[in-house]
């Protein structure tokens, strides 16, 4: 079965300080990963795709097959990046699945 | 442009009685989704709709849930009878519909909260 393990329930920085948010996924097939995020008291949104190879809000992502990865990095975490993170695979038909999600807070 | 809207936003009821979830998606989005979220976990699709056939409900514990979108826009999702451990966020979500090498943004509603006492 396609998995998605985040294992970190929650991750508190410092404002200026990198940011790693870890998401480990298993899929038999060309995977398709996304990073979604909610703020408070927000709706569920995209944040960036691999597919994509972009940047937002100074996020970035890289999918790493070998490891069966794709971490959210940051080099430097804003309090306005504040919220919940979740990575999700996307398998056939459009269908996401969800890991636990991470919560970051950023301290200032 | 307007987002997905779902109604209610709360709902208490007791286990055994029935409640309906409204979601109507953006426009012009084939695709529709229903997702549950138990509390301290992510979103698990329930069902999947394109247009009005329903393409993955697999997740669906059919013997309390069901849904319907019978003119490929708005859906209902309902749920009889309820459980204590249906407490939790329904989401609707929607996108266009995926073409060959593309790769479908779902655009997500503000969710339910129901709460099963």
């Known amino acids: 079965a396609q998995r998605v393990t985040q294992p970190e329930k929650l991750l508190s920085v410092f404002k200026g300080a990198p940011v790693e948010l870890k998401c480990n996924y298993s899929?038999?097939?060309?995977?398709?990963l996304f990073w979604y995020v909610q703020y408070s008291r927000q709706r569920l949104q995209l944040l960036l795709r691999?597919?994509s190879r972009e940047s937002i809000k100074g996020f970035t992502a890289d999918l790493n097959k070998g490891e069966t990865s794709f971490h959210l990095k940051k080099p430097f975490a804003q309090e306005e990046d504040s919220a919940m993170y979740y990575c999700?695979?996307?398998?056939?038909?459009?269908?996401?699945?969800f890991g636990a999600g991470t919560i970051l807070r950023v301290k200032s | 442009e307007a987002g997905v809207a779902q109604s209610p936003r709360y709902k208490i009821i007791e286990k055994r009685q029935s409640v309906a979830f409204w979601c109507n998606p953006i426009s012009g989005h084939a695709t529709l989704y229903w997702y549950q979220q138990i509390l301290g976990q992510g979103p698990k699709l329930l069902i999947q709709f394109q247009n009005n056939g329903v393409v993955d409900d697999s997740q669906l514990p059919k013997d309390r849930f069901s849904a319907e979108r019978l003119k490929g826009v708005d859906s209902t999702l309902k749920i009889q009878p309820a459980k204590l451990e249906d407490s939790a966020v329904y989401l609707c979500?929607?996108?266009?519909?995926?073409?060959?090498?593309?790769?479908?943004?779902?655009?997500f509603g503000p969710g339910t909260r129901l709460t099963v006492l």
């Open positions: 899929y038999s097939g060309s995977p398709e």
């Open positions: 999700a695979l996307q398998e056939y038909g459009n269908k996401l699945v």
């Open positions: 979500a929607s996108s266009l519909a995926r073409t060959s090498g593309s790769v479908g943004e779902q655009f």
């Open positions: 691999h597919i």
